[in-house]
């Protein structure tokens, strides 16, 4: 004998929710097959944290620790994860106030590297820059490739060639895009993940856990710009999002909380300021709403 639904639970609400959590499930699914590929994870591996932490001097981030715990730090050793994403940012700075797109894009691979042991949400929430790295870097090393050593000459190239797309209006596929479309993808993508790193790092004890602050850097960095769906799809994600003692614990694997917490502000420092480099020369050249 079967069971009659209630009048006021519309069986149509069922089947929009079932389809709305197999769309999610999926998702996930594809975002992290696309982290393991761009990060050169094996589908076997269990992360890509690297073995044998090393030690760097690190400058005061946080008044509780003691000047031979930061010159000690394991985590932002010259072969640390932290270490090795902070490094190509800081190279893709040059003097002259541009951005060196080889040095950038292999900032993002080794961000990729570091953020893999986190989960899927990572995988969701900067599911658009795995493959957006790997366009860029097609015409970063291909025929043009003289055209798109800097952030400032690519944009001057497209736009004397005609390449850029009018705002709002979305090429078919990432190698169609143009590399300056790309680049602002990308772009954004960096803005949540040191937002989140950030929030991380200087969160006070009882305040939002870590998936809460993560999920408000992406409602800033991210959520304008995705579909409702998607959306939805990535708030589910956070709710199992690890916690900032797990966070931090993968982070900087060996070290305490206030060693881990200063090393990620200091990663996160690093990833702002190649974030506002970038923000004030896409602003000037008025692309920030190109995509």
């Given at each position: 004998?079967?069971?009659?639904?209630?009048?006021?639970?519309?069986?149509?609400?069922?089947?929009?929710?079932?389809?709305?959590?197999?769309?999610?499930?999926?998702?996930?699914?594809?975002?992290?097959?696309?982290?393991?590929?761009?990060?050169?994870?094996?589908?076997?591996?269990?992360?890509?944290?690297?073995?044998?932490?090393?030690?760097?001097?690190?400058?005061?981030?946080w008044g509780t620790l003691e000047a031979s715990e930061r010159e000690e730090s394991p985590c932002l050793g010259p072969q640390g994860m932290l270490s090795r994403m902070m490094r190509?940012?800081?190279?893709?700075?040059?003097?002259?106030?541009?951005?060196?797109?080889?040095?950038?894009?292999?900032?993002?691979?080794?961000?990729?590297?570091?953020?893999?042991?986190?989960?899927?949400?990572?995988?969701?929430?900067?599911?658009?820059?795995?493959?957006?790295?790997?366009?860029?870097?097609?015409?970063?090393?291909?025929?043009?490739?003289?055209?798109?050593?800097?952030?400032?000459?690519?944009?001057?190239?497209?736009?004397?060639?005609?390449?850029?797309?009018?705002?709002?209006?979305?090429?078919?596929?990432?190698?169609?895009?143009?590399?300056?479309?790309?680049?602002?993808?990308?772009?954004?993508?960096?803005?949540?993940?040191?937002?989140?790193?950030?929030?991380?790092?200087?969160?006070?004890?009882?305040?939002?856990?870590?998936?809460?602050?993560?999920?408000?850097?992406?409602?800033?960095?991210?959520?304008?710009?995705?579909?409702?769906?998607?959306?939805?799809?990535?708030?589910?994600?956070?709710?199992?999002?690890?916690?900032?003692?797990?966070?931090?614990?993968?982070?900087?694997?060996?070290?305490?909380?206030?060693?881990?917490?200063?090393?990620?502000?200091?990663?996160?420092?690093?990833?702002?300021?190649?974030?506002?480099?970038?923000?004030?020369?896409?602003?000037?050249?008025?692309?920030?709403?190109?995509?």
């Amino acid at each position: 004998m079967g069971v009659a639904l209630p009048s006021q639970v519309p069986r149509r609400w069922f089947r929009h929710a079932f389809l709305l959590a197999v769309f999610a499930l999926l998702l996930f699914y594809l975002c992290a097959r696309s982290l393991r590929a761009l990060s050169g994870c094996g589908s076997g591996a269990q992360t890509c944290i690297p073995e044998g932490p090393l030690p760097l001097q690190i400058q005061q981030q946080w008044g509780t620790l003691e000047a031979s715990e930061r010159e000690e730090s394991p985590c932002l050793g010259p072969q640390g994860m932290l270490s090795r994403m902070m490094r190509p940012f800081r190279a893709s700075l040059n003097p002259e106030g541009d951005v060196e797109l080889s040095q950038y894009l292999a900032g993002w691979r080794e961000l990729v590297r570091f953020l893999t042991p986190f989960g899927s949400i990572f995988a969701f929430a900067t599911s658009e820059a795995f493959t957006k790295v790997k366009a860029l870097e097609a015409r970063v090393h291909g025929p043009d490739a003289a055209h798109y050593t800097s952030l400032q000459g690519m944009v001057a190239w497209e736009r004397r060639v005609g390449l850029l797309e009018p705002p709002g209006i979305a090429p078919q596929g990432s190698a169609k895009s143009s590399g300056s479309r790309t680049m602002l993808l990308l772009h954004r993508a960096l803005r949540w993940s040191q937002l989140c790193l950030h929030r991380v790092a200087t969160g006070t004890l009882g305040g939002p856990d870590a998936g809460e602050q993560c999920n408000d850097a992406y409602d800033t960095a991210l959520a304008p710009h995705h579909s409702w769906l998607v959306r939805q799809a990535a708030r589910l994600a956070f709710l199992a999002f690890p916690g900032r003692g797990r966070f931090l614990e993968l982070a900087c694997p060996g070290t305490r909380e206030a060693e881990a917490r200063a090393a990620l502000a200091r990663a996160a420092g690093t990833l702002e300021e190649v974030y506002n480099r970038t923000q004030g020369l896409l602003a000037q050249r008025g692309l920030l709403q190109l995509a």
